[in-house]
């Protein structure tokens, strides 16, 4: 399909085809003769002259038209909405941006936050790396309790700028992100966009805010990679990821590092362990595990070399939600205004794991029991696609820091995930119906 300029005005000389068959001579004849004088020629020229500038100011129109037409934030109503979401109800808060709050963590975080008094809007982008309907679900719950959940992407500066103009967030919780270890080599470039873009694009707009928020964001266990030493502390090694995945987490560090450096922005990163729980991620094992298993279908369970099981440092939601919050809470001040670093700012990276790692199959076995269905288990040697054999957490800093101590095993804290899974989706999601 040719474009509307194309169309009006070809580029192709080409296409402008004079015919000269002696069929068509009667047609040049006339043709030429309405050229032969100078002033009809005038009167085609200002015709043209004229459909050229109604054509250009019609593009302009199209173009404002856009911007104002698409924009799905802005306007009075709109910023009325972030106003009273970011409203503290107790002495002492904080106002909080989460990024990813349609997400599994950010909308728990939200929660929590607007549940103690603290004021929260939310930033998701609602993209359909899973199910969108259920971050639809997060947000009308997330309604339900006063928390707006403004729809756009960390990407769009604007908007971003927009929200530090209406309200003067003391704290971002940056949890929006590009999950998933084995995605990352099926989309790598959405990593990119999200993971590392995405979060410059924020620290740009949180170092210019007049009065610095401190920013608590997700690093992920996966940055320890290749490493054996066991358990992983923060100083441990973190150069050797197996996933592209954990090279933009890592990336993140230290990209984060920087703007702490230059700018004088508090920065904590929280390496979370394979965290899990209601209103989880479908894509993550436990969770399609689920849906799998009770609709008799085969999941399939890695193994690593050796016949060696996969082993993972599963963490209940509810306690990395005290993670975060705690983290919030002892965040310490940014330093700089406008740009401008006045003096040095913390920096501090901790884990938030459980400390006790469990293989997959018993991960398998638990829902097994608590779905009351025996699985169809096909057992494979983990391809090379990114995962890592085992993580496992120390998480003694963090208990330092803000008395961070998980309290919930993974056999509780599934048979919680299992009474939401089949609250929310009932015992036949996505059973064929005959
Ligand atoms: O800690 C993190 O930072 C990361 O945690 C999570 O990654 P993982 O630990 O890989 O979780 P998850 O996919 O549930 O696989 C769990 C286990 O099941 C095994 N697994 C997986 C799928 C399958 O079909 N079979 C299987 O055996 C698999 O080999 C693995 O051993 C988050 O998704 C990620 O976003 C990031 O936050």
Known sequence: MPSLEEQLFPSTPGKFKIDRSSHHHAMNRQFHRCFSSTSTMFLWALFLIALTASYLSFQSFVDSGSKYFTASWGGVQWEKQVRNSAQIHRGGGMSVLVTGAAGFVGSHVSLALKKRGDGVVGIDNFNHYYDPSLKKARRSMLAEHGIFVVAGDINDGKLLAKLFDVVGFTHVMHLAAQ???????????????????????????????????????????????????????????????????????????????????????????????????PWGRPDMAYFSFTKNILQGKPITVYRGKNRVDLARDFTYIDDVVKGCLGSL?????????????????????????????????????????????????????????????????????????????????????????????????????GKAVN
């Open 329 to 429: 809470d002892t965040a310490g001040r940014s330093t700089g205004s406008g740009g401008k670093k006045t003096g040095p700012a913390p920096y501090r990276i901790f884990n938030l794991g459980n400390t006790s790692p469990v293989t997959v199959p018993t991960l398998v076995s638990i829902l097994e029991r608590h779905l009351k269905v025996k699985a169809k288990k096909k057992v494979v040697e983990m391809p090379g696609n990114g995962d890592v054999p085992f993580t496992h957490a120390n998480i003694s800093s963090a208990r330092r820091e803000f008395g961070y101590r998980p309290t919930t095993d993974l056999q509780t804290g599934l048979k919680k995930f299992v009474k939401w899974y089949l609250a929310y989706y009932g015992h036949n999601h």
């Open 179 to 277: 999950a998933g270890v084995r995605y990352a080599m099926e989309n790598p470039n959405s990593y990119i966009h999200s993971n590392i873009a995405g979060l410059v694009t924020l620290l740009e707009i949180c170092k210019s805010a007049e009065t610095q928020p401190a920013v608590v964001w997700a690093s992920s266990s996966s940055v320890y990679g290749l490493n054996e030493k066991s358990p992983f502390s923060e100083s441990d090694r973190t150069d050797q990821p197996a996933s592209l995945y954990a090279a933009t987490k890592k990336a993140g560090e230290e990209i984060t590092h920087t703007y702490n450096h230059i700018y004088g922005l508090s920065i904590t990163g929280l390496r979370f362990f394979t965290v899990y729980g």
